[in-house]
């Protein structure tokens, strides 16, 4: 989930951008160097999830819909917020995930930011 927040902050930190990411949960029984040529649920889940995908650009597929419903539905509140992240704001969510030791002072520093800003844009991203 990390990873898939990384990616949307890296990808909304350009105007008018956004990302669909379907992630799929399972074995892998086939391992190649081009991912087309891989095998297993995990990628047939996600081949699934990714399909599936109407109004969320995010969600998650494994062989437990028990599991996949509710962890579903608590990406939807997420999203919710992170889909209207603003360029700025994205860039300081993408640097917390980098940086997730540094202060709000310290990623000021590294964005050329003020930490009054940080603390601001960190509120209104949710």
């Known amino acids: 989930m990390l990873a898939a927040f990384h990616i949307k902050a890296a990808i909304?930190?350009?105007?008018?951008?956004?990302?669909?990411?379907?992630?799929?949960?399972?074995?892998?029984?086939?391992?190649?160097?081009?991912?087309?040529?891989?095998?297993?649920?995990?990628?047939?889940?996600?081949?699934?999830?990714?399909?599936?995908?109407?109004?969320?650009?995010?969600?998650?597929?494994?062989n437990d819909v028990d599991?996949?419903?509710p962890l579903n539905i608590m990406?939807?509140?997420?999203?919710?917020?992170?889909d209207k992240w603003t360029e700025s704001q994205a860039e300081v969510i993408k640097a917390i995930i980098e940086n997730p030791k540094k202060s709000q002072n310290q990623l000021a520093k590294l964005l050329d930011k003020t930490q009054s800003t940080i603390s601001t844009s960190l509120d209104r991203s949710g």
């Open 67 to 69: 599991w996949d419903e």
């Open 75 to 82: 990406l939807e509140l997420i999203l919710f917020i992170a």
């Open 12 to 62: 909304k930190q350009i105007k008018n951008k956004d990302v669909r990411m379907g992630i799929g949960i399972g074995k892998e029984d086939y391992v190649s160097e081009k991912i087309s040529e891989s095998n297993g649920t995990a990628y047939q889940n996600s081949g699934l999830c990714f399909e599936s995908l109407k109004k969320s650009n995010l969600a998650i597929k494994s």
